[in-house]
């Protein structure tokens, strides 16, 4: 069955600090991918899309994702976490599948930053 | 351009009552999906509509219905409120079935 896998449920990290965050994924052909962000109490802002072509994909805020087909992985990644980068992260692909297409979420990983 | 917006932003019901959501898409987008976000469950797909059409749908009981209208704006509706329902409801569009989604800022809804 299809999923999508963000393995680490709370990150913490310093300001300034690097960030990766990881999401895999299981499906027979490469989907969509996306990476969303949630402030408390907020719906989710699209960080950035992959749908074919660079496999590194700049996005809003600083923040990059790298597609590697042969991990299934599209990790998130940010050379300099700011205080106003904590949330919660989600994973999501959108692919096709009985004639449909649809979109899985990841849990999600919250993102705590110390000052 | 607007986003995606969605009334009510909060919502406080009893146990049987029933409650109708509502979603504006972004101008120009034809498909609304909508979501249920519970602490203990994450995202949780309940339907998506594209044209009035209702496309795909989620494990979900049938007191939980939604539509399309002809401008795009949907509704979901639900009925015979059970406390589970409790919930962030969050309302997606986008141009296209297989392009990226857009989120509102949900419906927080709590039932009593």
């Known amino acids: 069955a299809q999923s999508v896998t963000q393995p680490d449920i709370h990150i913490t990290v310093s300001e300034g600090a690097s960030l990766e965050l990881r999401c895999n994924y299981s499906?027979?052909?490469?989907?969509?991918l996306f990476w969303y962000v949630q402030s408390p109490g907020q719906g989710l802002q699209l960080l950035l899309k992959?749908?074919?072509?660079?496999?590194l994909v700049q996005g809003i805020k600083g923040f990059e994702a790298e597609f590697k087909r042969s991990q299934s992985s599209f990790n998130l990644r940010k050379p300099s976490v700011h205080w106003s980068d904590a949330a919660e992260y989600f994973c999501?692909?959108?692919?096709?599948?009985?004639?449909?297409?649809?979109?899985?979420f990841g849990t999600g990983t919250r993102l705590k930053v110390l000052a | 351009k607007a986003g995606v917006t969605q009334t009510p932003r909060y919502l406080i019901k009893t146990r049987g009552q029933q409650v109708t959501l509502s979603c504006s898409p972004i101008?120009?987008?034809?498909?609304v999906s909508w979501y249920q976000q519970t602490p203990g469950q994450g995202l949780q797909f309940l339907f998506e509509?594209?044209?009035?059409?209702?496309?795909n749908k989620g494990n979900f009981p049938g007191r939980f219905s939604g539509r399309q209208f002809s401008n795009s704006r949907s509704e979901m509706n639900v009925s015979t409120l059970e406390l589970g329902d409790s919930a962030l409801y969050l309302c997606?569009?986008?141009?296209?079935?297989?392009?990226?989604?857009?989120f509102g800022p949900g419906t927080r809804l709590t039932v009593t």
């Open positions: 997606a569009s986008s141009l296209s079935v297989s392009s990226e989604q857009y």
């Open positions: 499906y027979g052909a490469t989907p969509y």
């Open positions: 999501a692909v959108g692919l096709s599948t009985s004639g449909t297409y649809k979109y899985i």
């Open positions: 101008s120009g987008h034809r498909s």
């Open positions: 509509y594209f044209s009035e059409t209702q496309r």
């Open positions: 992959y749908f074919s072509g660079d496999t």
